[in-house]
């Protein structure tokens, strides 16, 4: 069974701090993925990484970074953080060289809420 | 046009009836489909795969229309477990994973 997991369920912080949002994949996935899902605007791509080292600019990377230096194991900073980042976050993975559209999994999420 | 879009719904339906929502893609070339299901405040999770002209799992079938440029999905003898959402998802350009609508929301009533 694949497993995803995310560091926390729900995180409060506030205006300016910088975050740290964890995700980790145990099954030897090449690619992984964070999204933003927000209230009718549905699932939107901030960034991904087909391996280790590498990551790509989704739809809406401005205001965000990652970092992937091992294989099972892809963070989602916020620099800054700030109001309109208030959101739900999901990681997912999927397996695959060169982000061939296998599917994905996600892991359970993050309820961000910047105050 | 929008890579991917589908009916928000919701799509109020008796338990045990039949129904079917669509979903329309933009990049011809795409190659492989997938439905997801999401429940209220939880993660996506794969419902279907959709490769070539279709797919049938149980009391659900997802269909595939090149021509059209459109995936349906139904699903029979509808139970009170199958309210949730349904993402329809497609590849997006080029080598960048897949692509997510915005979900159909089905509510099956007793």
């Known amino acids: 069974d694949v497993k995803v997991t995310q560091s926390s369920r729900y995180l409060v912080k506030r205006t300016g701090e910088k975050v740290f949002l964890e995700c980790v994949q145990d099954m030897d996935h090449e690619n992984m993925f964070w999204y933003r899902q927000d209230p009718g605007l549905g699932l939107r791509l901030i960034y991904f990484?087909?391996?280790?080292?590498?990551?790509e600019k989704g739809d809406i990377p401005e205001g965000y970074s990652v970092s992937r230096e091992k294989k099972e194991r892809f963070s989602l900073i916020l620099e800054s953080a700030s109001t309109n980042q208030t959101s739900m976050y999901l990681c997912a993975s999927s397996p695959g060289w060169g982000g061939i559209s296998y599917e994905q999994y996600f892991g359970p999420g993050t309820r961000l809420t910047v105050t | 046009r929008k890579e991917v879009e589908q009916d928000p719904g919701p799509f109020n339906v008796p338990e045990g009836a039949t129904v079917a929502f669509n979903c329309t893609y933009s990049?011809?070339?795409?190659?492989?489909f997938f439905w997801y299901r999401q429940d209220c405040r939880k993660e996506p999770k794969l419902l279907m795969s959709v490769y070539s002209s279709g797919n049938e799992d149980g009391r659900f079938t997802a269909q595939l229309n090149r021509a059209s440029q459109y995936i349906s999905l139904l699903i029979r003898d509808s139970k009170l477990s199958d309210s949730a959402t349904y993402l329809c998802v497609a590849p997006r350009g080029g080598a960048d994973g897949l692509t997510f609508g915005k979900g159909t929301h089905l509510i099956i009533q007793p």
């Open positions: 990484s087909y391996d280790v080292k590498m990551k």
């Open positions: 990049n011809s070339a795409s190659q492989s």
